[in-house]
């Protein structure tokens, strides 16, 4: 396998994938698939590996060919065409989560998986600078033209920095709404300034979260359905896992096609 230099969530990713036992014979989809050290690894393990990024020229993975597809566009493929894809900090790139969801779901067969990261806007220090000047960390300015052009090529393709960044609920609700299910949360590199904050602001997590979940649940007292999702956003908002993880590290599910899921939401919730 090539040698590459994993920093951050890839450390995690990596040593996920190196764990995992259904890559084999396994069609799977790489998207954003940067230089490709994720691709190597899910070859390796014997998976049939799909390679798509907005500037192919950057994969560095020997034997492994990445073609062009813009996430923001229809991705070239057929439907149900993966067992797995591998969206490596790509979704907070793109302006329109609920069309790139719907269309994850297009691609994956069902029981597919959709394996995601993207930077945590949810743990306690995302929180604070999210009230202090809504920036990223407490040393960066928030998002602007200056800095959130990443990457740019003559032919117009712009590949765009952190200006989508959904939060932990957001991210859980958008891939809901489009057939998805959480079926794990994966630990990775924990934040040292959320460490440092949390005897301060989780007292007060844990009871305002608490407040709104028994008052949704009075609410909602007739409808069961809301009242096990309202419990799923609870455990999520006090997941040591959302509050202290730099990057959210998610395995979904594909439980049923987009178009399904939506009807069946409309019936389910209707007030």
């Known amino acids: 396998m090539e040698e590459f230099i994993y ?25 954003p698939a940067g ?17 798509f ?9 020997k034997g492994i060919k990445s073609e062009f597809a813009d996430m ?6 057929d439907d149900k065409t993966a067992d797995m894809i591998l969206s490596q900090e790509g979704v907070e790139h793109i302006p329109d989560h609920m069309k790139l969801f719907r269309e994850f779901n297009r691609l994956l067969k069902p029981g597919g998986l959709l394996v995601i990261t993207i930077p945590n806007r949810s743990c306690l ?65 924990k934040s040292k300034s959320s460490i440092f904050l949390l005897p301060f602001f989780c007292p007060f997590i844990c009871l305002f979260s608490s407040y709104a979940f ?15 999702l309202f419990w799923k956003q609870y455990k999520i908002n006090l997941s040591q896992k959302t509050l202290l993880n730099k990057n959210l590290f998610w395995v979904l599910k594909k439980k049923d096609d987009a178009d399904h899921t939506r009807k069946c939401i409309a019936s389910l919730y209707k007030r």
Request: proline fraction near 5%.
């Open 7 to 31: 920093e951050g969530v890839s450390i995690y990713v990596a040593d996920y994938l190196k764990k995992s036992e259904f890559l084999k014979n396994s069609i799977v989809l790489d998207i």
């Open 35 to 51: 230089d490709g050290r994720s691709s190597a690894i899910m070859k390796e393990k014997g998976a049939e590996v799909i390679a």
């Open 53 to 61: 990024d907005l500037f192919p020229s950057f994969m560095k993975a």
């Open 72 to 77: 923001m566009d229809r991705i070239p493929l």
């Open 125 to 189: 220090v995302g929180r604070f600078t999210s009230l202090i000047h809504e920036g990223e960390t407490l040393r960066n300015m928030p998002p602007s033209e200056v800095d959130s052009i990443w990457h740019s090529e003559g032919d117009g393709r712009i590949y765009y920095g952190h200006l989508f960044t959904p939060t932990a609920q957001s991210l859980r609700a958008m891939s809901s709404i489009n057939g998805f299910e959480l079926i794990e949360s994966v630990p990775c590199q």
């Open 214 to 228: 028994i008052r949704n649940c009075i609410k909602w007292r007739r409808n069961k359905p809301a009242i096990k």
